[in-house]
């Protein structure tokens, strides 16, 4: 009798772990994808092929993954916003906690390993000689922050204060362009103003007039797209 009792509840706890995969398929396809980039960073690094500099390629790469990620959590809405994809409000959370993890390795990598955990010539760097790093760690600083609010508990806590906190996430985005086109050489500098075009653009999205103006394109297009053409009526003799 147990053992039937057993196989009828590990029966059922396998139907409740693929109805999870089928009905949340979208979130695990897009968590997974976001960290494919470290799981293929660590594969390398692994593997002993991260080139002459590994330093080097660990901060490009983190680096990049955090600035990808985060936009892709300030696109979420805009998706929204545009395209109805409701889909992508589940993911937003998500996203933001990965471009955190990534900033957090790219941070350890840039003190530990280019810096030796020598804090006072860091200082001394990201004052007087290198402003792209105190750009990037007040970013990491408001990802930080954002991350350790994103609780359920603390949206309870803030009220609507928790809106206007975690819209901080856009200066985070600036801070870390900044960051990047700081740090970049003058030939290299296209990608970060390319992210920065892209930043403009989100938050275009967000200001109430383009908002709404995109709001009711959508729903106008939508009933066009849904409306049929009514059957001809025939004459009744």
């Given at each position: 009798?147990?053992?039937?009792?057993?196989?009828?509840?590990?029966?059922?706890?396998?139907?409740?772990a693929?109805?999870?995969?089928?009905t949340?398929?979208?979130?695990?396809?897009?968590?997974?994808?976001?960290?494919?980039?470290?799981?293929?960073?660590?594969?390398?690094?692994?593997?002993?092929?991260?080139?002459?500099?590994?330093?080097?390629?660990?901060?490009?790469e983190?680096?990049?993954?955090?600035?990808?990620?985060?936009?892709?959590?300030?696109?979420?809405?805009?998706?929204?916003?545009i395209?109805?994809?409701?889909?992508?409000?589940?993911?937003?959370?998500?996203l933001?906690?990965?471009a955190?993890?990534?900033?957090?390795?790219?941070?350890?990598?840039?003190?530990?390993?280019?810096?030796?955990?020598?804090?006072?010539?860091?200082?001394?760097?990201?004052?007087?000689?290198?402003?792209?790093?105190?750009?990037?760690?007040?970013?990491?600083?408001?990802?930080?922050?954002?991350?350790?609010?994103?609780?359920?508990?603390?949206?309870?806590?803030?009220?609507r204060?928790?809106?206007?906190?975690?819209?901080?996430?856009?200066?985070a985005?600036?801070?870390?362009?900044?960051?990047f086109?700081w740090?970049?050489?003058?030939?290299?500098?296209?990608?970060?103003?390319?992210?920065?075009?892209?930043?403009?653009?989100?938050?275009?999205?967000?200001?109430?007039?383009?908002?709404?103006?995109?709001?009711?394109?959508?729903?106008?297009?939508?009933?066009?797209?849904?409306?049929?053409?009514?059957?001809?009526?025939k004459?009744?003799?």
């Open positions: 009798m147990s053992s039937q009792f057993r196989t009828a509840e590990d029966t059922r706890k396998r139907g409740s693929l109805q999870a995969v089928r949340q398929w979208f979130w695990w396809a897009v968590t997974l994808g976001a960290l494919a980039p470290l799981a293929w960073l660590v594969w390398r690094f692994w593997q002993g092929s991260l080139g002459v500099d590994p330093v080097n390629t660990i901060n490009n983190t680096g990049r993954a955090a600035l990808i990620v985060l936009f892709l959590s300030l696109a979420c809405t805009p998706l929204n916003t395209f109805g994809l409701r889909r992508a409000l589940t993911v937003r959370k998500s933001g906690l990965i955190f993890l990534y900033a957090t390795l790219h941070l350890a990598n840039f003190i530990g390993l280019d810096y030796g955990f020598d804090f006072d010539f860091l200082l001394h760097d990201a004052v007087f000689e290198m402003p792209y790093i105190l750009a990037g760690i007040v970013a990491l600083l408001i990802l930080s922050v954002l991350a350790l609010t994103s609780t359920r508990g603390w949206m309870k806590r803030l009220g204060g928790w809106k206007r906190l975690h819209r901080l996430a856009y200066a985005g600036g801070l870390v362009v900044l960051h086109l740090q970049a050489k003058a030939a290299e500098r296209a990608e970060p103003l390319i992210y920065a075009g892209v930043l403009g653009l989100l938050l275009l999205v967000r200001v109430p007039p383009v908002r709404r103006w995109l709001v009711a394109q959508r729903t106008r297009l939508g009933g066009a797209k849904t409306a049929r053409p009514l059957p001809s009526a004459l009744v003799k």
